[in-house]
């Protein structure tokens, strides 16, 4: 059985930064805020996160983010995602569809 699924709201990519600017973790989400509150409740190392950066991408196709986020993971790799010291580190960085924008200070 097939499913067509039409999404036409915006996907995020986001960047979860410490205080010294380090990436912590990228991911991506439909709904930022709740997908920050379940980190911020799940995680142990949310404390470290200071900043959150996000991309907004306006696309039907899924894929086309989850490309965009595992591109993301593989050139900056950060600290806490777990397929992200799998990979050899890209040598160039990625060609972004729009620029990480600051969403929210985070104080643990």
């Known amino acids: 059985m097939s499913y067509n699924i039409s ?3 915006p996907y995020y990519v986001y960047a979860l930064m410490s ?3 380090e990436y912590l973790y990228i991911g991506r989400t439909r709904d930022i805020h709740q997908r920050i ?3 911020k409740g799940t995680k ?3 404390p470290e996160v ?3 950066w996000c991309q907004e991408i306006f696309t039907e196709e899924y894929l086309d ?3 965009h986020e595992r591109t993301l993971i593989e050139y900056f790799k950060p600290k806490y995602n777990k397929t992200a ?3 050899p580190k890209l040598e160039t960085p990625p060609i972004y569809e729009c620029e990480f924008v600051y969403v929210q200070e985070c104080v643990a």
């Open 7 to 9: 999404y036409r709201g």
């Open 19 to 21: 205080d010294t600017n």
């Open 37 to 39: 509150a379940q980190h």
């Open 44 to 46: 142990h190392w949310f």
């Open 50 to 52: 200071k900043e959150v």
């Open 65 to 67: 983010v989850n490309e």
């Open 85 to 87: 010291h799998k990979q």
